[in-house]
């Protein structure tokens, strides 16, 4: 029941976009972003609920497909400090949340 | 300073010896989770709790034990840790809305050695 991350790892220049997906087989209460630098605790991104809502980081956007179940979080104009491994949050039952395996996000001037 | 605080921040132990890590937040969050930590596993939730008298179990609760007595401690006790619960553990607090919660804030992490 662990949602699938894809790509796991992606390498990108300064200022190049990125998308990052996630899918799961559960029917979804949210999806919720969040980004980890090596030898740091997670910090949030995005949350996105049934029925549209979003709250989140000024300069990354998401998508959640409710019918898919299916989330994208877009990286564009990518800098420096983007670099960190991506998780994205499942929310299956209320306030129970399943994590993907992450993608590794590397950026390079 | 709005936080999230664990300790300890580092624990060495043995098998079989009762262990308590501590959580605990500042912010008047009703939502209290804790996740482990392994590499090529990404987070896994052990137990959460919507509020003071909501608490579930998480993907993994093999082995734990949580007690949320009042709003801002969130203990995770190991009656009898093993192997195989040497990892990194994270606390983590979210404002919630109803039977929504939000941006979830994690503690430093705990990393549990057991031998």
């Known amino acids: 029941q662990q949602p699938v991350q894809s790509p796991q790892a992606v390498i990108l220049r300064e200022g190049e976009d990125a998308v990052i997906n996630c899918s799961s087989s559960?029917?979804?209460?949210?999806v919720h972003w969040y980004r980890q630098k090596h030898g740091e605790a997670p910090v949030f991104l995005m949350i996105?609920?049934?029925?549209?809502e979003q709250k989140g980081h000024e300069k990354i956007s998401a998508s959640f497909n409710e019918k898919k179940q299916q989330s994208s979080l877009y990286l564009t104009a990518s800098q420096l400090s983007y670099s960190g491994t991506y998780f994205c949050?499942?929310?299956?039952?209320?306030?129970?949340?399943?994590f993907g395996q992450g993608t590794e996000l590397s950026v390079k001037p | 300073e709005a936080q999230v605080t664990q300790n300890p921040r580092y624990l060495i132990t043995v098998t079989g010896k009762k262990l308590t890590v501590t959580c605990s937040q500042n912010?008047?969050?009703?939502?209290m989770s804790w996740y482990r930590q392994d590499p090529g596993l990404g987070l896994r939730q052990i137990y959460y709790?919507?509020?003071?008298?909501?608490?579930d179990k998480g993907d993994v609760p093999e082995g734990y034990k949580v007690s949320r007595k009042e709003k801002r401690n969130f203990p995770l006790i190991l009656e009898s840790p093993s192997p195989n619960q040497t990892s990194l553990y994270f606390c983590?607090?979210?404002?919630?809305?109803?039977?929504?919660?939000?941006?979830?804030?994690f503690g430093p992490g705990t990393r549990l050695t057991v031998t």
């Open positions: 709790s919507m509020n003071v008298e909501v608490t």
């Open positions: 996105l609920l049934k029925g549209g």
């Open positions: 912010m008047n969050h009703e939502y």
């Open positions: 983590a607090s979210s404002p919630s809305r109803g039977a929504m919660f939000y941006e979830q804030y």
């Open positions: 559960k029917a979804l209460y949210s």
């Open positions: 949050g499942t929310e299956i039952l209320w306030g129970k949340l399943i």
